[in-house]
């Protein structure tokens, strides 16, 4: 059984910064790939960001040059920096991970998830 815990999400005001931790517990990935989504109110959760076992990153276009992925594998546990945050960012936020290699982007192909933290960043 894997378990993900994300930490580090709050309300924060426009143009300002969080880091969200994911720490998965559990199960250890050789070749594994973390995943983060959001999920805004009434909207399916989406796509964010993505980083690999060996550190390759992808970022979704609306979060480039303002988020940045990193992963400390010895503590399974990948981050999320999130800098100039805006009001479009709000959302919960979610973790997750696929136990194969490879970056995908649909959340089909995680086979786990945390619990997801709300971000909320005001205007």
């Known amino acids: 059984q894997v378990k993900l815990v994300e930490y580090g999400g709050g309300l924060v005001q426009a143009g300002g910064s969080l880091r969200l931790s994911c720490a998965a517990s559990g199960r250890t990935f050789s070749n594994g790939v973390m995943g983060w989504f959001t999920q805004a109110p009434g909207k399916e959760r989406e796509f964010v960001a993505a980083i690999s076992r060996r550190v390759v990153t992808y970022h979704v276009d609306s979060v480039k040059g303002r988020f940045t992925s990193s992963r400390d594998n010895a503590r399974n546990t990948v981050y999320l920096q999130m800098n100039s945050l805006k009001s479009e960012d709000t959302a919960v936020y979610y973790c997750?991970?696929?136990?194969?290699?490879?970056?995908?982007?649909?959340?089909?192909?995680?086979?786990?998830w945390g619990q997801g933290t709300q971000v909320t960043v005001s205007s």
């Open positions: 997750a991970a696929r136990s194969v290699s490879g970056i995908v982007y649909v959340s089909n192909d995680y086979n786990y």
